[in-house]
């Protein structure tokens, strides 16, 4: 029995261009699948993964990743790009699993005798970045002088919901 298992990146950040003490954390997943030690593909074997190309899981609108491990190679890599950028503090992860394996020319001389793969999931930690929110202060345009009552409006950015209470000084 031969068995592909899967490894991750373990940390990337929700989107690119960002440091965590003093390290860039980019947002691309590097997903690699791996025979075990020692063993090299006589033929291409593809791997197929439970997500797809934003690490997100595999559906109709983001098809499955697939892996290929070439003839001659003992590993192949794929990456997928995370795009969870928002404004909300979270702990976020992302996780994927080897959902299925074939092998080109299967059954024949020099194909593997029983490929299977491991379907444990790897869990991709999502840091939170700190994403400026600003709120913006609208007043009534004119009242009159005698008593008049001026109406002042904290907004937040569009599509941007408070979850908790905000207070403005």
Do not use: C, M, Q, W
């Amino acid at each position: 029995t031969v068995k592909v298992t899967l490894e991750a990146t373990a940390e990337v950040n929700e989107d690119n261009n960002h440091e965590v003490d003093g390290v860039f954390i980019g947002n691309v997943i590097t997903y690699t699948a791996t025979l075990p030690t020692g063993v090299t593909a006589k033929n291409d074997i593809t791997v197929t993964l439970s997500v797809g190309a934003n690490g997100e899981p595999a559906s109709a609108e983001n098809p499955a990743l697939t892996i290929t491990i070439t003839a001659g190679e003992s590993s192949g890599i794929k990456t997928a790009t995370v795009s969870r950028d928002d404004v909300y503090n979270e702990t976020d992860s992302l996780k994927a699993s080897i959902t299925g394996v074939s092998e080109a020319n299967s059954g024949t001389a020099g194909s593997f005798e029983n490929l299977t793969f491991d379907s444990t999931e790897v869990v991709t930690t999502i840091t939170d970045d700190k994403d400026e929110v600003k709120v913006t202060l609208e007043a009534t345009t004119s009242t009159s002088e005698d008593g008049g009552k001026i109406t002042y409006t904290a907004k937040l950015p569009d599509g941007v919901t408070a979850n908790n209470a905000i207070t403005v000084t």
